[in-house]
T-cell receptor
Framework: SQQGEEDPQALSIQEGENATMNCSYK?????LQWYRQNSGRGLVHLIL?????REKHSGRLRVTLDTSKKSSSLLITASRAADTASYFC????????????FGQGTRLTINP | DAMVIQNPRYQVTQFGKPVTLSCSQT?????MYWYQQKSSQAPKLLFH???????NEADTPDNFQSRRPNTSFCFLDIRSPGLGDAAMYLC???????????????FGPGTRLTVT
């Protein structure tokens, strides 16, 4: 079954606005990762946040993790047209497995 | 630059005709993955190699096979492609975290497979 579920499925905002995407998961995790995928391309890793971390920043990206609610959010500030992409959260599948389970993704469109 | 390379980027095959997709990496990562991604869906893990150890997902059809002759290369073989196998196939690599949970994965650009 899908470990991560994302909300919303699609988001359309104006350039310069902030975009927030949410991810919920079902079982305990060691870490949670966010990836970006431009149309027709491979995924690009954005941020990894460990289960003992609550917040992490990278440039215009801010990720939070609430393990009590089994949820994470990705905030992109001051959005740009180039941020248009699909964003996926991914969690480690189970202890000792070197693999991730991806959520369904949020399709983000930044309108100029 | 170190990277994950997939060839070809686009592949057209006929129904039932075997096809092989290739992936190579210069990152020297010991874990390599193959994903299938259909339109507007999440990447679905088919299998992965931890060094030479092959790990198949329980719901991966037998029609899908893989080979990893050395650290750098990994192949995805589809023995008898059906129309439902048309998808983007993504290769990814990761280094072993040594702690039972994966580090970030590095993806290739993908191979778009069309079955006619």
């Amino acid at each position: 079954s899908q470990q991560g579920e994302e909300d919303p499925q699609a988001l359309s905002i104006q350039e310069g606005e902030n975009a927030t995407m949410n991810c919920s998961y079902k079982t305990s995790i060691n870490n949670l990762q966010w990836y970006r995928q431009n149309s027709g391309r491979g995924l690009v890793h954005l941020i990894l946040i460990r289960s003992n971390e609550r917040e992490k920043h990278s440039g215009r990206l801010r990720v939070t993790l609430d393990t009590s609610k089994k949820s994470s959010s990705l905030l992109i500030t001051a959005s740009r047209a180039a941020d248009t992409a699909s964003y996926f959260c991914a969690t480690d599948a189970r202890q000792g497995a070197q693999k991730l389970v991806f959520g369904q993704g949020t399709r983000l469109t930044i309108n100029p | 630059d170190a990277m994950v390379i997939q060839n070809p980027r686009y592949q057209v095959t006929q129904f039932g005709k075997p096809v092989t997709l290739s992936c190579s990496q210069t990152l020297n990562h010991n874990v390599m993955y193959w994903y299938q991604q259909k339109s507007s869906q999440a990447p679905k893990l088919l299998f992965h190699y931890y060094d030479k150890d092959f790990n198949n997902e329980a719901d991966t059809p037998d029609n899908f096979q893989s080979r990893r002759p050395n650290t750098s290369f990994c192949f995805l073989d589809i023995r008898s492609p059906g129309l439902g196998d048309a998808a983007m196939y993504l290769c990814a690599t990761s280094r072993d975290s040594g702690q039972g949970s994966p580090y970030e994965q590095y993806f290739g650009p993908g191979t778009r497979l069309t079955v006619t």
